[in-house]
C-alpha cells in the first residue's frame, strides 16, 4: 500500500495533476476556510486516496545516537515563533508525526508551499465523529525513491516539497550523558535539504462525495490547548 500512497504524492507535486480538493468557507461554524473534495473518490484498501498534502516545517525527534536521558527542547517554541509569537500550545497548527516522530509547524509557511494547490493539508477541519481523513506520515527520501524515468525527465515540472527540515539555529536537545546542548543547523549551514525531510499526507477513509468538506480527528488530549477549548468537544 505505501508504494500506491508514494506514487500518489509524487503526482500530487506535478504541476499538471488536477487537484482532487478545493479551499472554500468551511461548513463548521467560525471556522475559518476549509477543504472540500471535487470529485467523488472511492478508497479501497488497493488504492488508497491521498487527497492532499501537509504544508511546514518539520521538527524531528530526537536522533536515535542521543543518549536515552536526552531532554528534547524542539518543543518549547515552534519554528513559526519567531514572528507569529504563539508557544506550541497556542498553534493550532501542529502535526505530530507518530510514525517517523517529531512534529511539522503547518503555521511556518513559506511561498513556495502554496504555489501547489493540493498543499492544503493545514486547513482542514477537525470532526471527530464524522472525519474521513486520516494522517500518513513519511519520509521524503522515501518517497523520492519511487520516481520512475517520466519524474526524472520532469522533475522541473514539478512543485517543490512543501516540507523542510527546521534550520533556524535553535535548540533541538540537551544531551546530559555528554554534557552538551545540540542545536539545529542554521540557515547558512550546509545539509541535503531532503535526507531527514518528513512529511505528511491526508489520505481518505471513507468515500467522499463531490463538494463533501473533508475533517481529520484531531485527537486532542485533556487538557485541551486554549485555542480548541470553546469547539473542539461540540
Known amino acids: 500500500m505505501n508504494k500506491a500512497i508514494f506514487r500518489q504524492i509524487l503526482r500530487l507535486l506535478c504541476k499538471s495533476h488536477p487537484p482532487l ?3 472554500h468557507q468551511s461548513k463548521r461554524a467560525n471556522a475559518g476556510n476549509g477543504v472540500f473534495s471535487q470529485q467523488t473518490n472511492i478508497p479501497t484498501p488497493e488504492q488508497p486516496t491521498v487527497m492532499c498534502l501537509y504544508p511546514g516545517v518539520y521538527s524531528p525527534p530526537l ?3 542521543a543518549a536515552p536521558t536526552s531532554v528534547y527542547l524542539a518543543n518549547q517554541s515552534p519554528p513559526s515563533y519567531s514572528y507569529s509569537g504563539k508557544l506550541m500550545h497556542e498553534n493550532a497548527y501542529i502535526m505530530n508525526l507518530q510514525s517517523c516522530g517529531g512534529y511539522i509547524d503547518g503555521c511556518a509557511l513559506k511561498s513556495h508551499y502554496l504555489a501547489n494547490p493540493s498543499a492544503c493539508g493545514h486547513l482542514v477541519n477537525h470532526d471527530a465523529v464524522n472525519s474521513n481523513v486520516e494522517v500518513f506520515s513519511f519520509r ?4 523520492m525513491q519511487h520516481r520512475d524515468d517520466d519524474d526524472e525527465e520532469e522533475a522541473k515540472d514539478h512543485f517543490s516539497i512543501p516540507n523542510e527540515t527546521r534550520r533556524d539555529g535553535s535548540p533541538w536537545y540537551f544531551d546530559e550523558f555528554l554534557q552538551e546542548l545540540f542545536r539545529f543547523p542554521s540557515p547558512i549551514d550546509k545539509v541535503d535539504a531532503n535526507s531527514s525531510t518528513c512529511g505528511a499526507a491526508l489520505v481518505l477513509t471513507t468515500p467522499v462525495s ?3 468538506e473533508l475533517f481529520l480527528d ?3 488530549k485533556e487538557p485541551l490547548p486554549e485555542w480548541a477549548r470553546d469547539w473542539y468537544n461540540q
Open 218 to 220: 484531531y485527537k486532542l
Open 63 to 65: 536522533p536515535i545516537y
Open 21 to 23: 480538493v478545493a479551499i
Open 140 to 143: 521524503w527520501d522515501e518517497v
Open 210 to 212: 463531490e463538494g463533501e
